[in-house]
């Protein structure tokens, strides 16, 4: 979970580390300071100093990524928060030979995310729903492209906590939706410079998972008792 920015004041901060250099600024919301936000960014310059120690080194790999969060307390019970994150990772072999031999790797990730909260006398109610995303691609000598593909996941979930004297509730349910779809190539040499597919094959897959779930904890006669169930369902297209 990322932690929400800093509510007392405005602050910058950067750190260098021998793998990567990262920075983070934050800072409050309006002047009586009922929420606040956040913004971090990373990036890695591993590869480049791995090559520089060692130039024989065949394959390596980077990434750089961000996120950004802002918190907002509608009134003294109800805050509100959103949430986003990215980020890319890239391999990189330059010295791919072969037709099907991959010379660079890239994924891209991102989520996004928003919340409400409700701590009510009697109980607290929590939702939030969520996005995420995910796109790679290989590539070859020639800049075949010999696999690409995605995922897309939308995540509902809703949460409610009731203290039952001695005891307390907790409870929820989680709607999901996923699709992916993905191709993959087989290449062969033509010339030194160029090649051509020799084989292809094209995947698609959707699946929606539902579930539901409660527990009842509390202590009886000076020890701790735990109950509860869950139930899912599953369906895959």
Known sequence: DVREGSRDRPAVRVAVSGTNTSSVVEGPIGSQKRGSWLVSLRKSYVGWLVRKLDPEIGSTVGFAD??????????TRQHVEGLVLGGNMVYSKPSASGANDIQRASSTSLLTSVGWRYVGPRAVLRQRLSVVANRFRNRGMFFQEQAAGDTRDIVWRGDITLPLRSWTFDGGLQAERERSTVALRNFSSVTASSARIHAERSLSASRNISSGWAQIGGRAAG???????????????
């Open 223 to 237: 020890r701790g008792i735990t109950a509860g169930a869950r139930v899912s369902g599953d369906t895959l297209t």
């Open 66 to 75: 961000a996120q950004g969060k802002i918190g907002y307390d509608l009134t």
